[in-house]
Structure formats: C-alpha cells, structure tokens
C-alpha cells in the first residue's frame, strides 16, 4: 500500500517531529539555499496570474459548453484537461512547499549554524513526504500534457472539417498556452525533486529517520515516469543543458568561453535605410525595405517606384487595395516578411474604409474637376428634375381640358 502513497491525493502526513538539529557545513547551507530557490520557482508558477487566468477560461468555457457539446470527443478531452487540474489543486502542493520553506533556516539562522556547527533544518519524514507530492504532481503535469495534446488534434480536426472555427481558435489558443506552462511546471517539479533528495541524504546522514520503508524513492523523475511519458522531460532544452552541466562541467564551460563573442558597445551600427516618399500613411514602410536582399538594388528601386506611381494615380480604395495586393505578393516572392505583414495592415485598412463607404452609400471615388459633385447630389437632381417636367406636363392637361 505505500507503493502507492504519491498517487493518493491527501497523503497522511508523517506522525514524527518535522525539524530536527544536525551539524552545519557550508555544503548543507548550499544545499539548503538551492531548495529554497527550487521551491520558489515551482510555487510562483503554481500560483502564478497566468496559469490562474488560463485555468479560469477553462472553466468558464466548460460551464457554457456543458449542454450542447456533452457528446463531442474534443470537448470530453477538454473536460479530462480539467479534472488533472482540479486533481493537481486538492493535492495542495503550494500548501506543503510553503510549510517546508518555513521549517527550512532563514539567512541569519543559516550565519549562525554555520558559526556554532549546528541548525535545525527539516526531518527526514518530512523531506520524503514533500517528495511524494513532487512525484504525484509530476505524474499529473504529465497526464495534463498528454490529454492537452490529444484534446489540439481532436479540436484540430474540427477545424480542418470547418466546425465552430471561432470555437475551436479559442479552445487550441488555450490549450497550448496550458501545455506550455504544465511542461514547464515539470520541468522544475524535476529539479526540485533532486534538490530534495540531496537534502534527504545529507540529514539521513545525521539523523536517520525512515517515513518509508516500503517504497524506495526513485533517483530522479525520468526512471519514476518511465519511457511513455518521460519525453515530455528529456526533449526539453532546459533539462539536456543542466545533464551536460552535471556530467562534463569542466566542457561545457570551455565551450561556452569559446562562443562567446566579444562586442565593442560603442561602435556605431550602420543602418540600410530605403527609400523616402511624400505619401507618409503609405510610402513609411518602404524605409524598412533593406538594400539588396535577394535582388540587385536597381530591381528594388524600380519596384518601388512603380508602386508609388500605381498608389497616386489611385482615384478609389479598390484600386488602392488592387495595388497593394500586388505588392505583398512581390514582397513575399522576395521574402520580406516585415514589409509584407505592413503592407497587409494598409490593405486591410483600405477593404475597412471601403466597407464603410458602402454602407453609408457613399463613393468611393476622389472628387475631381470633371466630377465635382457626388452620386448622391446627382440623384437629388435627377428626381427634381423629374418632378418638375411631371408638374408641366399635368399644368397642359388642365388647360387642355
């Protein structure tokens, strides 16, 4: 039955003393920072505004999605999403890391231990119990990310289908913004986890005190995982970087002098700055443009100035919109993804102020010599003149009659 402690949700807590006084070296004041730093780091990604926000969308939309989507399989999955989390919740892991960082010596009590040789630092019982936390929060972060994963390819290919497009951005926007913060959750349960069984071992050394008999505690998360799920961990950058710093520290720091570059700060950077035009809500973006990308200069050049010839003749957005239709193309054709992303931006102001036009039944078109008056104000006259030839034509009928 205690092979199965980590996986209950109220683990009992152990009946021994929880601080103990053992002799104090400055490798157990190392040891005793480092946990307190780990613990730090997991309890503000626990209760960070972040993870806190996600969660709440999470539940808003599983509240008004409960009736009509009961039988959908990516809402299910969503919903097993929220069940790791309500589950990783009640197991109150923030709770027992601010229980163990208040047992653990503070500055001045660590400068006094280490004076006298002596600090009260955390028992055993209570070292391996924080760890059995670790390890079922692991097991959860783990679970979390796999029905996260499955529930993107299942809302994935609703949208491929065209189901609730906007729905389902939603719901993948969400979903890997919470795959991101659990993987880095486990990330540094990972590391805490062998800072705590360092700490284990130095006041095991000292005051023996076995909570566990039954279950021996894994060397770290990788072997308590196993190959299924430990890829979340061992394929993160994070995790490879730390392994190569434990086992060639000496390497890794050669190599990393050796990359290393040096930079002078006060030299001057040269700046490529394009072209410069009048038209400035438009031709601005053409400073961005750099010189000889993948092109020679002088196809920029006339490029450019074929644009700007194009935009000032235009008498109306939908011309406007034409030009700067073909423009993105050339830019994407010579991958200048900036300009491009602009040049949408302008499009899709000029399709807005078109859209507008129409529906307050307004031209488009810019008023010039030739046309001095709008559609509008031709209209009004074209029924007035109507009107008029209406009321002679009826003045001849009476006088006829």
């Known amino acids: 039955m205690a092979a199965a402690l ?36 997991v309890q503000r990604l626990i209760c960070s505004e972040m993870l806190q926000t996600e969660v709440r969308v999470l539940y808003e939309l ?11 399989k990516a809402f299910n999955c969503v919903k097993q999403v ?22 653990c ?26 760890c059995l936390k670790v390890l079922g929060a692991s097991r959860l972060s783990t679970c979390t990310l ?27 926007s969400m979903l890997s913004r919470l795959w991101v913060i659990f993987r880095g959750l486990l990330l540094y349960l990972s590391t805490l986890y062998q800072q705590l069984l360092v700490v284990v071992r130095a006041v095991a050394q000292s005051r023996p005190m076995p909570f566990l008999t039954d279950f ?22 994070t995790f490879i970087k730390n392994l190569k710093r434990k086992k060639f520290p000496a390497e890794v720091e050669i190599k990393r002098k050796k990359k290393r570059k040096e930079e002078d700060l006060g030299v001057a950077i040269k700046r490529d700055v394009g072209f410069d035009f009048n038209l400035k809500p438009i031709f601005s973006i053409s400073k961005n443009l750099t010189q000889g990308k993948s092109v ?48 949408s931006f302008l499009h899709l102001k000029c399709k807005r102020m078109k859209k507008s036009l129409e529906d307050t039944k307004l031209s488009d078109k810019k008023p010039t010599l030739e046309n001095p008056y709008s559609d509008s ?20 009928e009476t006088e006829r009659s």
């Open 146 to 172: 796999t029905r996260c994963s499955k529930a993107f390819v299942l809302v994935r290919r609703q949208m491929k289908w065209s189901e609730f497009l906007v729905l389902n951005m939603v719901i993948t």
């Open 296 to 343: 020679p200069e002088e196809m920029h050049k006339v490029e450019i100035q074929k644009f700007q010839k194009q935009a000032m003749k235009a008498a109306s957005f939908t011309h406007m919109s034409t030009h700067l239709e073909e423009m993105i193309q050339w830019c994407r054709s010579q991958r200048m993804k900036k300009e491009e992303q602009l040049l």
């Open 377 to 396: 104000q031709r209209q009004v006259k074209v029924v007035s003149a109507q009107k008029t030839s209406q009321r002679q034509t009826s003045d001849k």
């Open 62 to 72: 599983l509240y008004f999605l409960n009736n009509s989507f009961r039988g959908n």
């Open 216 to 237: 021996s505690l894994p060397k770290d998360l990788v072997e308590f995982l196993g190959p299924s799920e430990a890829h979340f961990l061992i394929n993160h950058p």
């Open 105 to 130: 010596p503070q500055n001045i009590q660590r400068k006094l231990g280490l004076k006298t040789g002596e600090c009260d630092v955390p028992s055993q019982p209570t070292l391996e119990w924080v």
């Open 6 to 41: 980590w996986n209950y949700v109220n683990i009992p807590f152990p009946s021994a003393i929880s601080i103990v006084r053992v002799p104090f070296t400055s490798e157990t004041d190392k040891n005793i920072k480092a946990l307190m730093v780990e613990m730090g780091r």
């Open 82 to 103: 929220e069940q790791c989390i309500n589950r990783l919740k009640d197991m109150k892991l923030d709770v027992a890391l601010v229980d163990l960082s208040d047992a």
